[in-house]
């Protein structure tokens, strides 16, 4: 974001501070982690009220322009990745990886917005760099934007500088894409070590791994993919998709299939909250 905008908008929430008071940073993302209280957003078809204007979604940073001597956001080191959520009922999470892929992504998007779902999108640096549009729209439809690094590489097999420039690198274009640099991130083949959680909480960001892995990326037929979200479906879990890195035909067959599905057995598909210590 522009040093103008920035400025403009800084400007603009000090003229309303008197009004909103602290309570409007004091408010912002509370948690949905596996290691605290309740707080996810239902965001399932007619279980959550459709959105005044598509942008009401996108995250703001208010928290930068709070009170003068309130303490900084801290991101906990954890030493394992957070796997499920809690919520109220039954919520579940679903996640994409790899992508974005202007074949399949738009596809995605589209059945999300039918029945008015947020999902959770973990991108690669460089297919968001060549794609930034597809994320914006991620941002302004509500769907939570993540770090899964540049070129989707074995993390433990890195140095910790080369781990930091394919965390950061990637949350550069996140943020030029989508105004805000993300708060999650995934390790590619969900390989994680120390210096990992090291690296990815002093960039502000959480561990989400998942509970239930569709298993798409071996493309065993949309039948197959169904039949595993349909069989592992409970409270807290948090699914594995894929919208890119190969044929994901199937991938867009079987969301078509599975969220009405889901939704029609009382489940409140959403997006998580953060929690900061």
């Known amino acids: 974001m522009k040093k103008d905008q920035l400025l403009t908008r800084r400007a603009a929430l ?38 005044r204007s598509a ?17 900084p956001r801290r991101t906990l080191v954890r030493r394992e990745p957070l796997l499920r959520v809690s919520g109220r009922g039954r919520t579940m999470v679903l996640t994409f990886d790899d992508g974005p892929d202007p074949r399949y992504t738009p596809d ?6 039918e ?10 640096g460089e297919m968001a760099a060549g794609s930034k549009e597809l994320l914006a729209r991620m941002a302004d439809e509500g769907h ?27 949350s550069d274009v996140i ?3 989508c105004g805000e ?3 999650w991130f995934r390790a590619p083949y969900g390989a994680w070590n ?10 502000g960001m959480e561990p989400l791994a998942w509970t239930l892995d569709t298993l798409d990326w071996t493309t065993p037929g949309t039948r197959s993919i169904v039949q595993r979200v349909e069989n592992g479906a409970a409270p807290g879990v948090v699914v594995l998709s894929h919208d890119a890195g190969g044929d994901r035909t199937q991938s867009v067959r079987a969301l078509r299939r599975y969220l009405p599905e889901l939704l029609d057995s009382g489940y409140h598909v959403t997006v998580p909250r953060r929690d900061y210590a």
């Open 181 to 183: 640099r993300p708060e």
């Open 115 to 124: 029945y008015d779902v947020r999902a959770m999108f973990f991108v690669c």
């Open 14 to 51: 000090l003229a309303g501070a008197g009004a909103v008071g602290a309570a409007a940073t004091a408010g912002v993302l509370t948690a949905v982690t596996g290691h605290g209280p309740a707080g996810s957003t239902p965001a399932a078809g007619a279980q959550a009220r459709r959105p």
């Open 108 to 113: 995605i998007l589209d059945t999300l917005a």
């Open 55 to 71: 942008s009401a979604y996108r995250l703001q940073p208010l928290t930068g322009y709070g009170p003068p001597h309130a303490a």
């Open 175 to 177: 943020e030029d894409a």
């Open 194 to 203: 120390r210096a990992t959680f090291q690296i990815g909480a002093e960039l």
């Open 144 to 170: 939570v934007v993540g770090n899964h690094t540049w070129s989707h590489p074995l993390l433990t097999r890195l140095t910790r500088r080369q781990i930091r420039s394919q965390l950061e690198r990637t």
